[in-house]
């Protein structure tokens, strides 16, 4: 087999400068922010809270020029290029919409909505307006991906007929995290579930069968989900993602003439090995683990998609994220989780 490809991904410090408001002040916009200004040029112009006290307190403590007590205040000021919405998944679409119909262009977390019908309504309403929109599932725009996206594009092994994943982390009962909010459509799925769901229907395309069972969680929303994914070819994907305990967090892309595996956290930066099929010598490509250091990587990608004028940018399209949604319906049709406002 041969050697691992390099990364094509371009120098994030290369990227154009964008001014970005912020809308949440959660943790994954503290490492947002701080990924972005320490590897990029980006500047952050303003952050929005619901509570006026606790924006002005980011605002101080992450050097953000602007705090505002409203989304609404933040969308409508002019210097800002792009928003991000942090804020919690029951609040994407509406804060994705407010954004877009003021015309600013949007990076949403992921998930992009609650079920493909919502990621879809954002997805058409940005469309409509002529503005960039992407979900910020971090995973595809790392240097990583890059390298898998490489070898799935080259054929390297062969047909590809299986895909394996999982992400377990353990969360307190007792420690009050969002994920155990049955009211902010908590549980694995949308938080730790949408990365080896959005791998699968990336390498394999969309599921035609899905199978899944879930198991309950004392706080009141879904514990754990296994699910077998079926294309209409037959191949298939097995994914597992639970709240009770602390799983490898790996996966394996299977083909006819070779085997990749992404050691855990296998959506994080990290290795990607090679081994051809019946054997042989694995052939390896290393990166830093950086963890979350590598947020930085989306921003780049959404400054220069926007500085192009384009509207998605092709490592998530927004077809992308629908997908990994509608897949995720059905996963929960089957073990019979509702979200808030379903």
């Given amino acids: ?4 490809p390099s990364p094509r991904t371009p120098d994030p410090m290369a990227a154009p400068t964008l001014n970005w408001g912020v809308l949440g002040t959660g943790w994954i916009a503290e490492r947002f922010i701080g990924s972005a200004r320490r590897h990029t040029r980006q500047r952050f112009a303003a952050v929005a809270s619901r509570d006026t006290a606790r924006a002005e307190e980011f605002a ?5 020029t602007r705090a505002y007590g409203s989304y609404e205040e933040l969308v409508a000021d002019e210097s800002i290029d792009v928003v991000y919405v942090a804020t919690e998944h029951t609040a994407h679409l509406a804060c994705a919409r407010l954004a877009l119909e003021a015309g600013k262009h949007v990076l949403v977390e992921k998930p992009l909505g609650l079920n493909a019908a919502q990621a879809t309504e954002i997805a058409e309403l940005a469309a409509e307006r002529g503005l960039f929109c992407a979900e910020a599932l971090w995973t595809f725009f790392l240097p990583r991906f890059d390298v898998v996206r490489q070898v799935l594009d080259s054929g390297m092994l062969g047909e590809v007929r299986s895909v394996l994943a999982d992400l377990g982390e353990y969360f307190d009962p007792a420690g009050g995290h969002r994920i155990l ?11 730790l579930g949408t990365y080896p769901v959005s791998l699968a229907t990336w390498v394999l395309g969309p599921a035609e069968i899905v199978q899944a069972s879930g198991q309950a969680h004392p706080a009141g929303v879904n514990g754990q989900v296994g699910a077998v994914l079926s294309t209409g070819r037959g191949e ?10 602390d799983t490898p967090t790996t996966a394996v892309i299977a083909g006819t003439e070779g085997t990749l595996q992404l050691p855990g956290p296998f959506y994080q930066p990290g290795d990607v090995v ?9 052939r390896t490509y290393t990166e830093p683990r950086i963890a979350h250091e590598g947020l930085h990587f989306e921003a780049a990608e959404v400054a220069r998609r926007i500085k192009e004028g384009r509207l998605e940018t092709p490592l998530r399209p927004l077809t992308d994220s629908v997908a990994t949604l509608r897949v995720m319906d059905a996963i929960r049709r089957r073990c019979g989780i509702v979200f808030p406002g379903e």
Avoid: Y
Avoid at 1 to 4: L, Q, S
Avoid at 60 to 64: A, N, P, S
């Fill in 1 to 4: 087999m041969p050697a691992p």
């Fill in 60 to 64: 101080v403590r992450h050097d953000v």
């Fill in 181 to 191: 909010r049955a009211d902010l459509a908590g549980g694995p799925l949308l938080d």
């Fill in 236 to 245: 298939q994907a097995v994914v597992h993602t639970t709240l009770f305990s």
């Fill in 274 to 282: 090679f081994t051809p099929a019946g054997g042989g010598t694995a």
